[in-house]
């Protein structure tokens, strides 16, 4: 599990604040989404075939949970799960299951590696039941 945690403003001035949230010179993004979430809620449950994203947390509490496949089911035996909070940053790579539980209402922004089109996103999404 690839996270960032508590990304910081790296230039503070009187007109406010810039914070690098991706700047690793190697990812090629081809969506941005911001999706708001109510505690309580789930999403994902699924892995994506060849997409990626990184997940980062604007606002709010959510429990990150993510499984390696073994023939296309997720390996409960080796889940990870970690806590995110605001400032931090999560990649979901290709071919990993990957699940949300919101504990707080939660505002995140997911920087995607392929097109977001819900043609191309439901032929690259496989559900699967993790959480």
Request: hydrophobic content about 35%; aromatic content about 6%.
């Amino acid at each position: 599990m690839q996270i960032t945690r508590n990304i910081v403003p790296e230039f503070t001035d009187e007109r406010g604040s810039i914070t690098k949230i991706l700047d690793d010179g190697q990812t090629s993004i081809k969506s941005v989404l911001m999706i708001v979430s109510k505690a309580g809620s789930v999403r994902a449950n699924h892995y994506h075939k060849e997409d990626g994203h990184h997940v980062y947390m604007v606002s709010g509490k959510m429990e990150y949970i993510e499984a390696p496949l073994v023939e296309g089911q997720p390996d409960h035996s080796r889940e990870t799960r970690a806590e995110l909070t605001a400032g931090d940053l999560v990649f979901s790579p290709p071919m990993v299951a990957h699940a949300m539980r919101f504990i707080e209402d939660t505002t995140w922004v997911v920087l995607a590696l392929k097109s977001r089109s819900q043609e191309n996103y439901e032929q690259d999404t496989v559900r699967v039941k993790l959480v």
